[in-house]
């Protein structure tokens, strides 16, 4: 089946400094992937999405390249700031899965601080 | 961009009484809703999917009976969580999409359930 796995955390960063969070996926067949942000007490938002191979997804200075070759989508940010911190999970939808609806498989999260 | 909405965001209830959740599209007609149960410092764990219409998919493991839902209309889905306990406390979020699975998943902020 479909999985995702993330970088453990919590993340705890100095404001400006560089952010990278790995995600990688194991899937049966060509999955679009995402990333989305879940600040204290609220819903997920996408960040950014990825629908093959190659693609980079953008968003708000955040960035992530599917690679295929290495099941990977990593998310990247040069400088974060303070109202960066949040929980970023990594998911896949599998689109081309017969009767799955396009259900999302998602990663554990990874909490982000960052400080003054 | 397309907004859900849940209600109510949190509720306390006792123990053996029954709750319902609403999550309504509010600005797209949802085909498809999904209900999600999120615990604390964990990633969400799908529940089931429902068609506007259809019977709801219930995920492995979670008891239909248990909790209900409902997609009588294209903008309303419902989550009854029937003789509620403390062990059903948790964050429950819904999502919905317009149409088929290459559509974009609209995440609910959330409902916070307290069973004392």
């Known amino acids: 089946g479909n999985s995702v796995t993330q970088m453990e955390g919590p993340v705890t960063l100095s404001e400006e400094a560089f952010l990278t969070i790995n995600c990688t996926y194991t899937?049966?067949?060509?999955?679009?992937l995402f990333w989305y942000v879940q600040y204290p007490g609220e819903g997920l938002q996408l960040l950014l999405k990825a629908t093959k191979a190659d693609d980079k997804g953008s968003n708000k200075g955040f960035e992530a390249t599917y690679r295929k070759e290495t099941t990977s989508f990593h998310l990247e940010k040069g400088s974060v700031q303070v109202s960066d911190s949040a929980v970023y999970f990594c998911a896949l939808s599998d689109l081309t899965l017969r009767g799955n609806a396009g259900k999302s498989t998602f990663g554990d999260g990874t909490t982000l601080t960052v400080k003054p | 961009g397309a907004v859900v909405s849940q209600h109510p965001s949190w509720v306390i209830c006792k123990s053996g009484t029954s709750v319902k959740i609403e999550c309504r599209s509010l600005?797209?007609?949802?085909?498809?809703m999904f209900w999600y149960r999120q615990f604390p410092k964990q990633s969400l764990m799908l529940m089931a999917t429902s068609n506007e219409g259809s019977k709801a998919t219930y995920e492995q493991g979670v008891e239909k009976d248990k909790f209900l839902i409902n997609h009588a209309s294209l903008t309303l889905s419902t989550l009854t969580v029937t003789s509620a306990h403390p062990e059903d406390s948790s964050f429950y979020i819904c999502s919905a999409r317009e149409g088929d699975p290459s559509y974009e998943q609209y995440f609910g902020p959330g409902t916070r359930l307290t069973v004392t």
């Open positions: 600005d797209f007609q949802a085909t498809t």
């Open positions: 899937a049966t067949g060509y999955p679009s």
